[in-house]
């Protein structure tokens, strides 16, 4: 895998961007094709692929990515509110403030592997719940969540001659306003690098370190290598990707809650991961994108809906699958959710590129059984089409 | 000196909850060396059944109130009290302690079902997935009980009998000041009871001492002929019901909701690493002692020095027992070294 030539990684590139480019017309019959949900789309999709990076990579479970995500929203509103709503100046803070945390958090929580390690993860990432709400309150403004004001100093913005307004400003980039298609459009391109930035760690030979240290970190420790370093780099540069979603989602709507950093977020990206598939380039982003998308839809869905849409089968049919559905749906769309999780870790650990691996192994695998039986019966060529 | 008495009575019950959550977790990690982060699920379930046996007790149907004369109106007595009287009132008001009874066998075949029909297919798998399934386990628990239950707290009241304070204070000699809830007195007698029996399961029975044969060395104890699967299974079971009577007995206390579990289970975590993972006495000291200390930084005199240092103490003492001493307080050598 390693060995490829550049050449693939480009075409992956230019294939991905392609894709993500042109969401707005491919997502338009499954009545998803509006700024706000595919922009969900794609910070939720940085997320993921951070949190990949970490778990995929090196197997190390952190169950307080939220955190980061969080102190990213937390600092690029204090970027709009001090500096000026552009946002670049509030990614580039926000990035440096998760960095700066995670050092911290990693620095801490690196030294015990395994469940140790998502327990600590876990309980620093309550622990920073627990103080934006109440110790943090003049960061983070406590229950009500931080959010602009009139009379907020955004010194860069009044150094260049800008009006206070009647309303409250919208962040912007460059005059472009941030928010409908332009704001989807920007957050798509910084989709598209840091997904090139993931590619490019996931070939490099630090990314093959880390899968060393995956596969028996002992043995990695044997040979000389001091894992700790690396380690300690790639949870920091995972949760700069956390970040980077926080100040992305202020972007889009600048306000920040102490509720982004509770620990079902948390658990909310390592879902989106496991369904996706851990480990696998895109399966973060497939799984990222479900999530968010079902979460749309189904969280609409309620009785009345329900009624109508069973409304060709006869009366106690109807009764009977709504009442049947309805707990899935609407405010129970969590239940579903945790199903199919359960699901996917039981029947697929994979996750979805698993569950597409298996489905091409099995066409390949049918159609050289037609080809000629002799072959097949071997073994060779059609065993190493599953591996 | 009173003030510090309270603290500490205070600081024992809540630890009473993390202790007996944290003997559980490290009972089923001891033994089957799950990691289940749908324990504090089950503590939530019980409590639920506690809610669920009131709701059924005081199923009731409207009767005409005589003592209003001057029109007609109506108030909802519950059946029990129309067939039996005073008796159907009182086992209404005992409604918690009865629970508890009914809260033993519904727990330990909740505690089955979830060994033989989740738990047992994930002896194999890493610790992550394990971590995982379970995790989606809670969620699924949880939203059951949301759909049913509803989301708000419930409350629950403590027999009528405790429902009041216990002069501590008088009976020490230390001013009448210090008084302190009966029932949180109970829970706490309750805790240490509960503990005393696992622990004498464990080490006074012989089959007690089959299951720590079996925690030690899994596979001597199975090539003796011994069928360890089985009474691992019902250790998960005796951890399920430890849990869901915390839960039954916590019940007056917190009123319980569907995410109680959860909030628990985090602390209970932290407690288990303090403790030393796979010590059980360790798990039950950190537990009182997380309490206590937690109880202690919500004084006010401390918060006036250290403010907010209520909601991370727990977290803080954590994160400093890890690089001090990271195999916890009582952690041995080789549980868990990944």
């Not at chain 1, 894709?19 to 789309?41: I, N």
């Not at chain 2, 067939?83 to 302690?97: F, K």
């Not at chain 2, 299974?233 to 959860?262: E, K, N």
């Amino acid at each position: 895998m390693l060995m490829e030539s550049p050449r693939k990684d480009y075409m992956i590139m230019a294939i991905f961007t392609a894709v993500v480019l042109t969401m707005p017309l491919w997502t338009a019959p499954f009545g998803a094709s509006y700024p706000d949900l595919l922009q969900k789309f794609a910070i939720y999709g940085i997320f993921a692929v951070g949190f990949n990076l970490l778990f995929g990579l090196t197997g190390y479970l952190s169950f307080g990515h939220a955190a980061f995500l969080g102190v990213g929203s937390y600092a690029a509103v204090w970027s709009f509110k001090l500096l000026s709503m552009n946002v670049l100046p509030a990614i580039v803070f926000a990035i440096l403030i998760a960095a700066l945390f995670a050092v911290l958090i990693g620095f801490v929580s690196l030294r015990r592997s395994g469940i140790y390690f998502s327990i600590l993860t876990l309980a620093l990432a309550q622990m920073s719940y627990n103080m934006a709400y109440s110790v943090l309150t003049p960061i983070t403004n406590g229950e009500t969540g931080l959010q602009l004001e009139h009379g907020d100093p955004r010194v860069l913005d009044f150094a260049f001659g800008a009006e206070e307004t009647a309303g409250l400003p919208s962040t912007n980039l460059f005059g472009l306003e941030m928010s409908g298609w332009p704001g989807f459009y920007f957050c798509a391109v910084v989709l598209i690098l840091a997904f090139f930035l993931s590619l490019r760690i996931f070939k490099s030979p630090f990314g093959l370190k880390l899968r060393a240290i995956k596969s028996n970190q002992n043995r990695m420790m044997y040979t000389g290598y001091n894992t700790r370093p690396h380690l300690l780099l790639v949870f920091v540069i995972s949760g700069m990707y956390a970040g980077l979603a926080g100040s992305l989602l202020a972007v889009t709507d600048p306000l920040a809650g102490a509720e982004r950093m509770q620990w079902t977020a948390s658990g909310e990206v390592v879902l989106m991961t496991i369904l996706g598939g851990a480990g696998t380039l895109v399966g973060p982003l497939l799984g990222a994108g479900l999530i968010k998308y079902f979460e749309n839809i189904f969280s609409a869905i309620n009785e009345g809906v329900l009624h109508s849409a069973f409304s060709f089968l006869p009366d106690f049919l109807n009764d009977f699958l709504t009442f049947i559905v309805a707990p899935f749906v609407g405010e129970g769309w969590h239940l579903t959710l945790g199903a199919l999780f359960m699901a996917v870790v039981i029947f697929l650990p994979g996750g979805i590129m698993e569950g597409i691996r298996r489905l091409t192994g099995l066409a390949k695998r049918t159609a050289s059984h037609r080809g000629g039986k002799g072959s097949a019966r071997t073994g060779g060529p059609a065993h190493s089409a599953e591996g | 000196m009173d003030a510090f008495l309270l603290q500490i009575l205070n600081g024992l019950d809540k630890g009473g909850a993390y202790a007996l959550i944290a003997l559980g977790l490290t009972l089923v990690f001891g033994t089957l060396g799950v990691v289940n982060f749908a324990h504090g699920a089950l503590f939530m379930l019980g409590a639920f059944v506690a809610v669920a046996l009131q709701n059924l007790l005081t199923i009731s149907k409207q009767v005409r109130d005589e003592s209003v004369t001057f029109f007609e109106a109506y108030k909802e007595t519950p059946y029990l009290e129309i067939w039996l009287g005073d008796t159907g009132l009182a086992i209404i008001d005992y409604v918690v302690p009865i629970s508890i009874v009914l809260a033993i066998p519904v727990m330990l075949l909740i505690g089955f079902v979830m060994e033989r029909g989740l738990i047992q297919y994930f002896y194999k798998r890493t610790h992550a997935e394990q971590i995982l399934v379970t995790f989606g386990l809670a969620i699924v628990l949880q939203e059951i009980i949301k759909a049913w239950f509803g989301a708000n707290p419930i409350p629950m009241a403590a027999p009528d009998a405790v429902s009041g304070s216990a002069a501590i204070g008088s009976a020490l000699g230390l001013g009448d000041a210090v008084v302190y809830p009966w029932w949180r007195l109970l829970y706490l007698l309750f805790t240490l009871f509960i503990v005393g029996a696992v622990f004498a399961f464990l080490n006074l029975t012989t089959y007690g001492m089959v299951v720590r044969a079996g925690m030690a060395d899994r596979e001597t104890v199975g090539l003796l002929g011994i069928n360890i699967q089985k009474r691992f299974t019902l250790v998960f079971g005796i951890a399920a019901v430890v849990a869901g009577l915390a839960g039954v007995m916590y019940t007056p206390i917190l009123p319980p909701d569907y995410h109680m579990g959860m909030d628990f289970l985090v602390l209970s975590f932290v407690v288990v690493v303090v403790g030393g993972m796979g010590s059980l006495p360790g798990a039950v000291a950190a537990g009182f002692l997380l309490g206590i200390l937690q109880s202690f930084a919500s004084m006010s005199v401390v918060k006036d020095v250290l403010p907010g240092i209520d909601q991370i103490i727990i977290y803080l003492v954590a994160v400093v027992i890890l690089l001090v001493r990271p195999r916890g307080l009582m952690g041995r050598k080789g549980v868990m070294e990944a």
